[in-house]
């Protein structure tokens, strides 16, 4: 069922009540697919309950991140900065965004998480790269069973259309340990409104943790501790805190199945603001193609009345597109269809 948890109810100037679609993922099936299809199109956005992945598969990752992140900065950055992949402090990609986090950036692929784990886990190698594989099997499941289920509710022929292109061996799929944390709230003494300019200071309040951005890849499946700070924007441009629940994983629609739903589903914008007082730690399994999968959109999303929103692209293509990107940027933009109209306008002013 798709219920609205009650502390994710926030009320608008309007007074509209909205909430977090939460699915019972232990449900009747074809309701189940239903509702997912309806929390993608209204939210890409929605957290699963008894979703199966066992709490120690959990648990141990979290410790192996507390552990990991409690060690001092140049114990950290022996675990390779990183390009994309190792150990990131405030930096985000290449092209100058900036939080405050550090993070641990993992392809999924276990002959590289095995070559990682001997400089993030020096004394434990083959423990932490066991416990990270473990984790990503889990929430890879737990993945291609939402995106099977989305399937079957978008009635596309072939319910395995989605969930192959994560299966694949060379799925390029990450998963990522972010650690934020506490900023102190500047006291009115150290007020300064000219260091506001170009720093992740929104107001008295709250830091900038990691800024406002949609995944590129297909799915996300978040999780993180008891410390909240993620906010979701909905298709009107509001900001919604998602409540923190260490027990349960959160779902966002990635910029990849929006090109695949040819628009029906809409990659969630989302950023973390920190905490002033507590840590908060996140781990996010970014759920991706192969980088030479051609991604368009669903023979069965494409009919007359909707013509593909988008042209085909290579994953590759799109990561590089990221990349040259800031972490804001809509990237998608690049790679829609062009109107007969807008294309019109331009020949005629070609040839003006
Ligand atoms: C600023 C950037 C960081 C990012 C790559 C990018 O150029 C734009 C997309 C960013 C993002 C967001 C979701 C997770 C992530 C790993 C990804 O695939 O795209 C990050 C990239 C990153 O942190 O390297
Ligand atoms: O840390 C979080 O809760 C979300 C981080 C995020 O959006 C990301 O790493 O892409
Ligand atoms: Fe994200």
Redesign the pocket.
């Known amino acids: 069922m798709v219920v609205p948890s009650p502390t994710s109810m926030i009320r608008t100037k309007k007074t509209k009540a909205v909430g977090i679609p939460t699915i019972d993922l232990s449900a009747e099936r074809s309701l189940l697919s239903e509702l997912v299809v309806k929390a993608c199109e209204e939210y890409g956005f929605f957290k699963v309950v008894n979703h199966n992945v066992p709490k120690e598969v959990i648990s141990r990752l979290d410790e192996e991140g507390i552990e990991f992140f409690s060690k001092n900065s140049s114990e950290k950055c022996q675990a390779g900065t990183s390009t ?1 992949f190792g150990y990131g402090c405030k930096n ?4 100058g ?1 900036k939080g405050e986090l550090e993070y641990l ?1 993992l392809h999924s692929n276990p002959v590289s998480i095995s070559e990682r784990s001997k400089t993030i886990a020096k004394d434990h190698p083959i423990k932490f790269s066991c416990i990270v594989n473990d984790y990503i099997k889990a929430v890879k499941e737990l993945t291609c069973e939402i995106l099977e289920l989305a399937a079957e509710g978008l009635w596309v022929p072939d319910k395995s259309s989605l969930s192959k292109i994560i299966k694949d061996e060379h799925s390029d799929s ?1 998963l ?1 340990i972010n650690h934020y944390p506490p900023v102190k709230k500047l006291g009115n003494e150290n007020w300064d409104p000219s260091k506001l300019h170009n720093s992740n200071i929104i107001n008295s309040n709250n830091t900038i943790g990691f800024g406002e ?1 949609s ?3 297909i799915l996300t499946i978040l999780r993180s501790n008891n410390v909240g700070g993620l906010q979701i924007s909905t298709h009107h441009g509001l900001w919604i805190p998602v409540p923190p629940d260490p027990n349960e994983f959160y779902v966002m629609v990635g910029d990849a199945l929006q090109v695949l739903t040819n628009g029906r589903f809409v990659s969630v914008r989302h950023r973390v603001l920190t905490n002033t007082t507590k840590p908060r730690m996140s781990m996010m399994y ?1 759920a991706a193609p192969p980088l030479n999968w051609l991604i368009s959109p669903l023979s069965k999303m494409v009919t007359i009345h909707s013509p593909s929103l988008y042209r085909p692209f290579t994953w590759a293509q799109y990561k590089q597109a ?2 040259a ?3 804001g940027d809509t990237r998608l933009d690049q790679f829609k269809v062009q109107k007969q109209e807008d294309s019109n306008n331009e020949h005629d002013s070609h040839s003006l």
Do not use: M, T
């Not at 985000?92 to 092209?95: A, C, Q, R, S």
């Open positions: 994309p985000i990609g290449p092209n965004d950036l990450l990522r951005h995944d590129p890849q970014f990221a990349y990107l800031r972490l």
